[in-house]
Each structure stands twice: as C-alpha cells, then as structure tokens.
C-alpha cells in the first residue's frame, strides 16, 4: 500500500524556515568543508564565543548539505555540532542536531534509536521552554522560536509513525504540527499538509476519514491564494470520488483542476499527466456503469415498449464517452510526443536525479531534503517527463547516456 510520509508540510515551518542555511544544496559544500577542517584541536580550545558560534552553525549546514547526499557525514557533522553545542546549552543547536541523527536512524528504519534521538531532542526543547539561554539568545528563546522547533519535531514523529503504521499517533502529531501552523497562518503549510492527510487515508482505505482533511486542505489553499496547490486539492477531491466510485463527483473535480493544469502546460505537466490518468480511470469505470446499464435496458426492452426515448439517450451517452476518450487520446499523444532533449536540471532535480539513481524510495528521498513524498513524487515524475521515461531504470539509463550522473 502506498504510504506518504509528509515531510514538506511538516518541515516546511522549521528546519527551512527558522534558520537561513548557506549552501546545504549548492556546489560550496566542499569549501566549506575544507574551511571547518582548518579547525585543529589547538585551535578550537582558543575558540572565542562568536567564532564557535559560526563553527556550530557551519557544522550544522554540512549537516544539512550531505542529509542528501550522505547519511554518514551527515550525521558525523551532526555530532561535531553537537560538541560545541552541548557542554554550552545551546538548546536550539543541540535539538537541531538531535533530531538529524534521529531523522538517519529513521532512514535505516532502526526506529528505537530514531526515538531516541527525537526524545533527546523535546528535552532541549523542553529546556529552551524553560528559560534557557544561549551565547546566540542571552534573553531566552522566544516563543516563534520555541514553536518552529516543536513543529519540525512534530513532524517527524508523525512521520516516524506513520512508518511504523500507527495512524492514530502519527495523526495526533500531525495535527499538532497543524495546530501551530494555524497560529501562525501559515496556510500554504496547512494546506500541504491536510492534501497529504487527506492522500494517506485514501491509502489505508479510510475515505471518510480522508475527505474532512481534503476539506481542510482546500480551506487552506484558499485562504493561501495559492492557485496550484487549490487544483492540487481539486485533484485529490478526484481520486476521492473515484475510489468511492462517485464518477460524475470525480469528473467534475478532476476538471476543475485540469482548467489549471491546462493554462500552465509548461510547468504543470506531470500533474495534468497524473489528472488524466485520474480521468482515463473514472472514464473506464464510467464505460462499467454504461455496460451494466445497457443490460438492464435490455430486459427493460423485453418487458416494455415505451423505451425510444432511453434508446436515444443511451446512444448520446456512448458517442459523448467515445468523443472523450478520443480527445483525451489525442491530448496524451500530444503531451507524450514533446521534444525529448537533454533537459536542463536546477539543483534540486539534480540531487533527487542522484538519489533516484542511488536506490532510494519515495519516502527516503523526501526525508533526506525535506519536501514531502508526495512532492518528490511530483519532481520523480517531472525527471521521467523530461528525459521521456517510461520508468526509474529508464530515467537512470537515459541521464547516464546524458553524462548527468
């Protein structure tokens, strides 16, 4: 079963938005390696406060850079942070810290020591709460603060369990996470994350758990004015609808968000793909239904007369399904058969190119660089439109013959 773990909507407010990090995706990662390696022993024991301040937070972006790229150094950077940051309590740095060691235990899915490290991390947090300070906050963290650092860990509690398929508790973190992005208004994360509540239940099954969290998300989206994520939510009213079996419901979304979709063909296209694959779906349930009742017409036909206005209707209705399909054929074909030149990647798609190539899941990927599966899903689609790939071993073959991996 497809699990979506939602990391996006969840770090979005606190990893990304709390703190300016420098270079934990570009190409200076390797000089500012180098610049930390200059650091002897000697040198650090003669350390003045500032100087071990830029060095914790140096430490702390090489911990972010190889969260995607590699979890060994990732973690190694982690604790050099932390020996700095521990003996001097400074909490903010240390559940930063703490909470990336328990972000790579979750990854290995070694998920005692994963708990661990996120339990070390709502100490610091409790800590910071509690009045402490630091060389960087003298006058205690404030409650923005203190917030951010809660919401990131409650994201990956949530996505912790999540993993481990205890929806009740990964939901009761999530809607903590939610909680303060309401306090904030911070709708665009709510909406994220409420679209991806709304996609796990679907998984597991739970429709009628699934449309109050697509109704929240759509609230959301509206009240962010961000027109893509509101199609987004549209598109997930359809897959609603469809797995419920309300076809003319999921059409009728999966329209609306098309009209979006169809006005940013360049930049929206894995997404208008994925809506018409949602359409080509309820379309072939639709032609069921459209079968099943032609049947009954046919013992309608045999116990009445009266039946030439059905006849009619019925005919209508299959020429309307088959000009359909023929529309959204051509449209396939046409979006299908676009140029398939060597794509120009930006950073980001360079690094989910590299991880995609490396083995990593869906889930692993978005853990690694913070974006929710669903969005890496988004951007793993987006590699497969651009280097016309049928799938991951293709996509892999084609960027190689391409020199970009």
Not at 55 to 67: E, I, K, P, Q, S
Not at 152 to 164: E, K, P, R, S
Not at 200 to 216: H, L, Q, S
Not at 384 to 402: G, H, M, P, Q, T
Request: hydrophobic fraction near 40%.
């Amino acid at each position: 079963m497809k699990r979506l773990f939602l990391i996006a909507a969840i770090l979005l407010m606190a990893g990304f938005r709390a703190a300016s990090y420098n270079d934990h995706r570009g190409h200076n990662i390797d000089s500012l390696e180098r610049a930390v390696s200059l650091w002897t022993p000697d040198k650090l024991a003669n350390a003045t406060t500032q100087e071990l301040i830029d060095l914790n937070r140096a430490y702390r972006d090489l911990m972010l850079g190889y969260g995607a790229i590699s979890g060994f150094k990732s973690v190694f950077y982690a604790r050099k942070a932390l020996e700095i940051s521990e003996p001097r309590h400074w909490e903010m740095a240390n559940q930063d810290a703490y909470r990336y060691i328990g972000l790579d235990f979750y990854g290995q899915e070694q998920y005692d020591s994963a708990i661990f490290y996120y339990n070390k991390a709502a100490e610091a947090i409790e800590r910071m709460e509690n009045g402490s300070t630091s060389a960087t906050n003298p006058e205690g963290y404030t409650e923005r603060e203190i917030d951010d650092a809660k919401s990131a860990l409650y994201g990956t509690l949530g996505n912790l369990y999540n993993m481990m398929e205890d929806l009740p508790k990964a939901m009761e973190y999530y809607e903590k996470a939610g909680a303060i992005f309401e306090k904030y208004g911070w709708n665009e994360s709510n909406s994220i994350l409420y679209y991806n509540i709304g996609e796990t239940w679907v998984d597991a099954g739970e429709p009628k758990k699934a449309k109050p969290a697509y109704e929240k998300a759509l609230h959301y989206a509206l009240a962010s004015g961000d027109s893509l994520m509101i199609a987004n939510v549209y598109k997930g009213f359809g897959n609603l609808y469809s797995y419920q079996g309300k076809t003319t419901k999921a059409l009728r979304y999966l329209q609306k968000a098309d009209e979006y979709y169809i006005h940013h063909a360049k930049e929206e296209r894995e997404f208008r793909l994925e809506t018409m694959d949602y359409m080509s779906q309820v379309l072939k349930e639709q032609k069921k239904h459209l079968t099943t009742a032609i049947i009954a017409l046919a013992v309608i036909l045999i116990l009445a007369t009266a039946s030439t206005i059905a006849i009619h209707r019925l005919k209508k209705a299959r020429r309307q399904q088959a000009e359909t399909e023929a529309v959204m054929d051509e449209t396939l074909e046409e979006i299908r058969g676009r140029q398939a030149a060597v794509p120009s990647l930006n950073d980001r798609e360079q690094i989910i190119l590299r991880l995609i190539a490396s083995g990593c899941t869906n889930p692993q990927i978005a853990e690694k660089i913070f974006l929710s599966p669903e969005t890496v899903k988004w951007y793993r689609k987006k590699l497969l439109v651009k280097f016309d790939a049928a799938n991951s071993a293709e996509l892999i073959s084609k960027a190689k013959e391409a020199g970009l991996i």
